[in-house]
């Protein structure tokens, strides 16, 4: 077979000749699964497509201090947007699902932007979203929600911390169910990213999750405030009671999405059951 990665992409044309949606389903049948000693890779879009093949690569065929995929130079801005290091280091179970969730948001999020933290957390995702949107004309803007007092005040600690006050001023957190954040973002805004980080808090109380039925809600409003070239960034966990069917209920949202509208695709470990999956749902 000759050189196992050879030129994976070989025919795919050029990100600037086609429009995303073509491209990134070209590359996906070109590279769709990555096998490794230790991890198996799933990139997969629109479950209704059905004309997807796998490949896999033997990973001691594979020296990933020279070997690099050929997604910078061609990729378009979604995939451009995903650091080599960061994918193919996440491909060898080296990143987490969270630093492959931000570099995608990089190849989206505008300085000056609205973006939606659906999920607040710990405030990891809301900082990163500030540092993308601003910029000297103060216009960007983060909503965060979640419904923990101890999230809301651990990401307020976070951006105390982290930010300045110019900085500070473009965030505006909400005690909401992400069901409801219609109901605080500004109809005028142009929303660019509503991100979802679903399961527990992490060193909190992990009895309190997210649950499939406030998570479809939360999808659902995401996917009518969400502007043109936007994205949905869905980080779901499913190793803890309800985690699995929530998944279930994200990757159902996803499929039934129309696919004139929507490019949908997640990455998933086959052989870690309990790793998060990375759902991106993109608006064309």
């Not at 909401?176 to 060193?203: Q, W």
């Not at 969400?226 to 190793?239: D, N, R």
């Not at 059951?273 to 759902?279: E, G």
Request: hydrophobic share 40%.
């Amino acid at each position: 077979m000759g050189d196992p990665l050879g030129d994976p992409l070989g025919d795919v044309e050029p990100a600037t000749a086609i429009s995303f949606e073509r491209w990134l389903f070209q590359t996906i049948r070109k590279v769709k699964c990555i096998s490794t000693s230790s991890s198996s890779f799933l990139l997969q879009t629109n479950p209704r497509k059905k004309d997807f093949f796998t490949k896999s690569i033997d990973h001691n065929q594979i020296d990933a201090s020279t070997t690099t995929l050929p997604f910078a130079k061609d990729a378009p801005p979604l995939l451009l947007g995903v650091e080599e290091d960061i994918m193919m280091e996440y491909m060898f179970g080296k990143r987490r699902a969270t630093e492959v969730a931000h570099s995608v948001w990089k190849s989206v999020v505008q300085q000056g932007d609205a973006l939606v933290d659906a999920t607040c957390g710990n405030g990891y995702d809301t900082l990163a979203m500030v540092k993308m949107v601003a910029n000297k004309s103060q216009t960007g803007r983060v909503y965060a929600m979640d419904v923990q007092k101890i999230a809301l005040d651990n990401t307020l600690s976070l951006l105390d911390q982290s930010l300045n006050q110019d900085e500070k001023e473009l965030v505006t957190l909400f005690a909401i169910c992400h069901s409801k954040m219609e109901e605080v973002v500004p109809r005028d805004n142009t929303v660019r990213l509503v991100a979802f980080n679903l399961g527990y808090l992490p060193g909190g109380d992990k009895t309190i999750i997210t649950n499939s039925e406030t998570t479809l809600l939360g999808l659902e409003a995401a996917e009518r405030i969400v502007a043109s070239g936007g994205l949905i960034s869905i980080v779901v966990y499913v190793g803890h009671p309800g985690g699995r069917e929530e998944f279930e209920t994200v990757e159902a949202f996803a499929a039934g999405l129309p696919v004139e509208k929507w490019t949908c695709c997640k990455l998933q470990m086959l052989n870690r059951p309990l790793a998060p999956v990375l759902v991106f749902l993109s608006r064309r």
